[in-house]
């Protein structure tokens, strides 16, 4: 089983920035895909990016696309994202997770003020 503890999240104005980081630990070798999610108030939740952990391909929800990139530190075993341009929209808390999923973490909320 892979553990997964995020970090980075915080208050933002829109327009700012902020990276988000992923850690996992445990069975990492087993990992294939990670990947981003996040859950608004009120509505379910929702994919957000996606990177190959060996090749380094990546996948973008349409809502974050060119805003958003998210990469992987293989050797620490770790994942990013880097928001970039955020909207208020864009508050929620933000999971990651491995894909096929696993457990999911607690996730870090991240607030967008306009």
């Known amino acids: 089983q892979v553990q997964l503890v995020e970090s980075g999240g915080g208050l933002v104005q829109a327009g700012g920035s902020l990276r988000l980081s992923c850690a996992a630990s445990?069975?990492?070798?087993?990992?294939?895909?990670m990947g981003w999610f996040r859950q608004a108030p009120g509505k379910e939740r929702e994919f957000v990016a996606q990177?190959?952990?060996?090749?380094?391909?990546?996948y973008y929800a349409a809502s974050v696309k060119g805003r958003f990139t998210i990469s992987r530190d293989n050797a620490k075993n770790t994942v990013y994202l880097q928001m970039n341009s955020v909207k208020p929209e864009d508050t929620a808390v933000y999971y990651c997770?491995?894909?096929?999923?696993?457990?999911w973490g607690q996730g870090t909320q991240v607030t967008v003020s306009s």
């Open positions: 997770n491995t894909i096929p999923y696993g457990s």
């Open positions: 445990g069975r990492t070798f087993s990992i294939r895909d």
């Open positions: 990177i190959n952990w060996s090749a380094g391909n990546t």
